[in-house]
C-alpha cells in the first residue's frame, strides 16, 4: 500500500501542477465580451481572402495522408471528390489553416473542431431517449468559439449549393445559423450553472413544434428517420455484418471496407491482441460501466472504414455477446490523431489523443456514450498509437440532407445553431459570448456573407484536388 506520506505528496504535487481557475463577476464578464469587440469587430467576420502565400490545400491534405493506411487513402480521396460538399467534410485541416490567419476574438471554448452540418444527429442518451447533439469529436480542442461557427455556417452554404439553392434561400439558411446561435447563447447568458450544464436537446420533446414549422409531409419523414434510429443498435450491426460460424457470430470479409482481424495478420493471434487491448481500455471507464463491459465476452474483430475525413485512419470493431448471440455489444476503436487545430491553437494538455477525444466529447456532449474511453497500443509496425472506444451504434440517426427541402432546411439550421451554442456554453462563457455578440444581427449577417465566400474557396479547392487527381498526384478509388 502507499503511505499516507507520498499520497499526501502525490496530491500536493498534484494540486501544484493544476492551474488557477479564475473567477469573474457578470459584469467583468459582459466587459470582456464587450472589449472582445474593439480587437475583432463583428462586421470583420464577413471578410474573407486567401493568404497572400496560402498553403495548397493538396499538400494539406497529402500531409495528413502521410500517417494513414496507404491501402485505404485512395478511398479517401474518391469520397472527397464526389462533390465539393463531401470535399468540405474531408477539409477540415484546410479550413482550420485558413481561420489561423484571420482575427481572433479570444473568447475561448473546447471547440469540436469540425463543425460541419453533417457532423450533427441523434442517438440514444444512457436514460434511452432520443437526443440531438454534435456527434464528431476527433478533432476536438480548446479555441475561440468562431471556428466552429464559422465552419457551421459555411457548410450551410456548401450544401445549400450541392441542392441547388438559388442565393436568397441559402442567405436566409446561413442568417438562421448565427441567429439561433446568437439567440441561444443570450438565453444561456441568463440561466444558472447548473441549468445550462443539464441542459439538452430531446427529440420528442421538440416534434411537436417541429411539426408546426415543416408541415405532415416532412414531419412524417422525420418520425420514419427517428424510428429508424431507434433500430439502429448492436443488434442491427450483428445483422448486417455478422454470419454464424462454428455456432458463434463472425464479422464477414467485405474488403477494403471490413476486413476481419484473422484475414489480416495471418502468423499473429489478433484476437488475443484485440483483448489486451480491451483490458487497456476498461480501465479507462468508471467502475459501474468496467462492470458492465465484463458481463460480456470478445468473440471477434475487423477493420473497418469509416466517413470521409477519417478514412485510412485505423478504425476496427469489436464484437462481444453477453448471456448468447443475440445478446450483443458492438465497439468501434478508433484512432485519434494530433487535432487538425494543434499546429494554430497549441498541443493538447493530453499526451494521449483518445482521452482528448473523450474529453472534449464528454465536455461538449449534454449526454455521452456509456461505453466511451481510450487506450495506447503498439501496433505491427512498433509505431504507438492512440484509441478512443465507443459503441458502433447507439440508436444513431442523421438528418436526410438530399431530402430536405428549404423550410426543413431552415429548421435543421436553427437546432444545429443551438446545439452549437449549448456545447460552447458548458465549456467557454456564455456571458461574455453573449455580450461580444449583442442582439442586433450584425454578427449574423456577417457570418453568412462569410460563409458563401468561403463556398466559393472551397469550390475552388475541390477544383484543385480533382486536377491533382487527373494529373495523377494523389491516389483515387471511386464508388466505395
Known amino acids: 500500500m502507499t503511505s499516507t506520506s507520498e499520497e499526501t505528496a502525490r496530491a500536493d504535487q498534484s494540486a501544484k501542477a493544476a492551474p488557477k481557475v479564475e473567477h469573474f463577476n ?15 469587430p463583428r462586421k470583420a467576420h464577413a471578410e474573407w481572402e486567401p493568404a497572400h502565400v496560402r498553403v495548397d490545400p493538396v499538400a494539406l491534405l497529402e500531409e495528413q495522408s502521410e500517417s494513414r493506411v496507404e491501402e485505404l487513402v485512395p478511398i479517401r480521396y ?24 484571420m482575427p481572433r476574438t479570444g473568447l475561448h471554448v473546447q471547440l469540436c473542431g469540425d463543425a460541419h452540418l453533417s457532423n450533427f444527429g441523434g442517438y440514444a442518451a444512457p436514460d434511452r431517449r432520443l437526443v440531438f447533439d454534435s456527434n464528431d469529436f476527433d478533432e476536438t480542442l480548446p479555441g475561440p468559439f468562431e471556428w466552429d461557427l464559422k465552419r457551421l455556417v459555411a457548410s ?17 439558411i446561413n442568417l ?24 439538452r436537446f430531446d427529440i420528442a420533446d421538440e416534434a411537436t413544434s417541429w411539426a408546426k414549422q415543416v408541415g405532415p409531409k416532412a ?25 454464424i460460424v462454428d455456432g458463434e457470430p ?13 484475414d489480416l495478420v495471418g502468423n499473429i493471434d489478433m484476437l488475443e491482441a484485440a483483448r489486451t487491448v480491451i483490458r ?47 445478446d450483443p455489444l458492438m465497439l468501434q476503436i478508433k484512432e485519434a490523431q494530433s487535432s487538425v487545430l494543434e499546429p494554430f491553437l497549441g498541443k493538447s494538455q493530453f499526451s494521449n489523443h483518445g482521452q482528448r477525444v473523450v474529453e472534449g466529447q464528454r465536455l461538449m456532449q449534454a449526454a455521452s456514450d456509456t461505453m466511451l474511453g481510450w487506450i495506447k497500443t503498439t501496433g505491427i509496425d512498433g509505431v504507438d498509437r492512440d484509441f478512443y472506444l465507443r459503441q458502433l451504434w447507439d440508436s444513431k440517426g442523421s438528418a436526410l440532407l438530399e431530402e430536405m427541402e428549404p423550410a426543413s432546411y431552415i429548421l435543421y439550421a436553427s437546432v444545429c445553431g443551438k446545439t452549437l451554442a449549448r456545447a460552447h456554453a458548458r465549456s467557454g462563457d456564455p456571458v461574455a459570448i453573449s455580450s461580444y455578440m449583442g442582439t442586433s444581427d450584425t454578427l449574423d449577417r456577417a457570418l453568412a ?20 487527381a487527373d494529373a495523377g498526384r494523389i491516389p483515387v478509388q471511386t464508388g466505395i
Open 26 to 40: 457578470l459584469a467583468e464578464r459582459v466587459a470582456r465580451g464587450k472589449a472582445a469587440r474593439a480587437d475583432v
Open 78 to 101: 474518391g469520397r472527397m471528390l464526389v462533390s465539393p460538399f463531401t470535399f468540405y467534410r474531408g477539409a477540415a485541416y484546410v479550413m482550420a489553416s485558413d481561420l489561423a490567419g
Open 156 to 172: 450551410f452554404a456548401v450544401a445549400g449549393r450541392s441542392r441547388q439553392f438559388d442565393a436568397r434561400t441559402r442567405e436566409r
Open 176 to 199: 438562421t445559423v448565427t441567429r439561433a446561435y446568437r439567440e441561444r447563447m443570450s438565453e444561456f447568458a441568463e440561466m444558472r450553472t447548473l441549468d445550462v450544464w443539464y441542459s
Open 219 to 243: 414531419i412524417k419523414r422525420f418520425e420514419r428517420n427517428a424510428a429508424k434510429a431507434r433500430t439502429k443498435d448492436s443488434l442491427a450491426a450483428l445483422a448486417k455484418l455478422t454470419r
Open 250 to 262: 463472425r464479422f464477414i470479409s467485405n474488403p477494403p471496407l471490413l476486413v476481419p482481424a484473422r
Open 280 to 326: 487497456s481500455y476498461r480501465r479507462t471507464l468508471q467502475g459501474d460501466r468496467r462492470y458492465l463491459l465484463e458481463r460480456f465476452r470478445l468473440v471477434d474483430a475487423a477493420r473497418k472504414v469509416v466517413g470521409v475525413g477519417s478514412v485510412g485512419t485505423r478504425a476496427w470493431v469489436a464484437l462481444f455477446v453477453g448471456r448468447d448471440n443475440d
Open 449 to 468: 456573407v462569410f460563409a458563401e465566400a468561403y463556398a466559393d474557396q472551397n469550390e475552388r479547392d475541390f477544383d484543385s484536388l480533382k486536377e491533382a
